[in-house]
């Protein structure tokens, strides 16, 4: 008989492919930093960034930007998440909603948030709320257009027969149009994860005392590309972070989706 696998021992089954990945990136990195194909000075090599970064953590200015950039981009992805899911299931369910609202959502997708930044600053200052309605703009328009698919895609024998026996519309959400829609808001919700990250870094370029890509901006302004690549690194674990926790929210939450 097989023994069957603790869940220790799954979970290190399914970590197993990533770490490899990681691995090797990281002995390419090492190598790449140390073959002189480019200058010392601007490739930094794995322990470098590490230094870099463990100097940021010990005076302080790490969990500072850290804590600036995740509360803009936290407020903002909610903020755009819950709006763009919402208009999502509107315009997906309603057909002529859709025929007035998706024109204008496609006319605004192909704009990005950075080319707000002048345009947002003018109008709220160089504050909080122009940086994280920027954010909230870009994860709006991300979601909108999974939720709007997902939605319009379940079957119209679904929604007809909750009505023809009597389902409100209340229900008729909650029990027909939100679990058959479900796998695409998770997928929108951690696309939108990472649109907020992109989002947020055209945010504090736009003007900011504090932040991960505030202190990128600095960091490059001196040439301290070992500080820059820690900034970059930390960047990157956010989204895998997020990501991480929006896939095991969908499993919990809905695990009939494929998430």
Same mark, same amino acid.
């Given at each position: ?13 399914? @970590? ?7 691995? $090797?990136?990281?002995? +390419?990195?090492? @190598? ?7 200058? %010392? ?8 960034? =590490? ?14 930007? @850290?804590?600036? #950039?995740?509360?803009? !981009?936290?407020? *903002?992805?909610?903020?755009?998440? $819950? =709006? ?42 160089? *504050?909080?709320?122009?940086?994280? +309605? ?15 698919? *997902? ?5 119209? #024998? ?18 027909? +149009?939100?679990?058959?829609?479900? %796998? ?8 939108? /994860?990472?649109?907020? @990250? ?9 003007? /900011? ?8 901006? $600095? ?13 970059? +690194?930390?960047?990157?674990?956010? *989204?895998? =972070?997020?990501?991480?926790?929006? !896939? ?12």
């Amino acid at each position: 008989m097989h023994a069957i696998p603790s869940p220790a021992g799954r979970a290190i089954g399914r @970590l197993a492919p990533a770490l490899g990945t990681a691995c $090797v990136v990281l002995a +390419l990195w090492s @190598l790449l930093a140390r073959s002189g194909a480019v200058a %010392p000075g601007l490739l930094p090599g794995p322990g470098a960034t =590490a230094a870099a970064l463990v100097a940021g953590a010990r005076d302080g200015t790490l969990a500072t930007d @850290l804590a600036a #950039s995740l509360a803009r !981009a936290g407020q *903002g992805f909610a903020l755009g998440a $819950v =709006a763009g899911g919402a208009l999502g299931f509107a315009t997906g369910y309603l057909p002529r909603l859709s025929a007035a609202v998706s024109p204008l959502v496609s006319f605004l997708r192909p704009i990005p948030a950075v080319a707000l930044v002048p345009l947002a600053t003018a109008w709220f200052g160089i *504050g909080e709320s122009a940086k994280r +309605l920027l954010i909230a703009y870009a994860v709006l328009l991300a979601v909108w257009l999974y939720v709007h698919d *997902g939605v319009s895609r379940v079957p119209d #024998s679904y929604v007809r027969a909750a009505r023809s026996l009597g389902a409100p519309l209340h229900r008729r959400f909650t029990e027909v +149009l939100l679990p058959a829609a479900a %796998p695409a808001l998770l997928a929108a919700l951690r696309y939108g /994860a990472s649109v907020a @990250l992109l989002a947020l870094v055209a945010a504090e370029l736009g003007g /900011a005392d504090s932040g991960l890509a505030y202190r990128l901006q $600095v960091d490059g302004q001196f040439l301290r590309v070992d500080r820059m690549f820690a900034g970059l +690194l930390v960047l990157g674990l956010l *989204g895998v =972070a997020a990501d991480l926790v929006l !896939a095991t929210a969908g499993r919990r939450f809905a695990h009939w989706s494929a998430s």
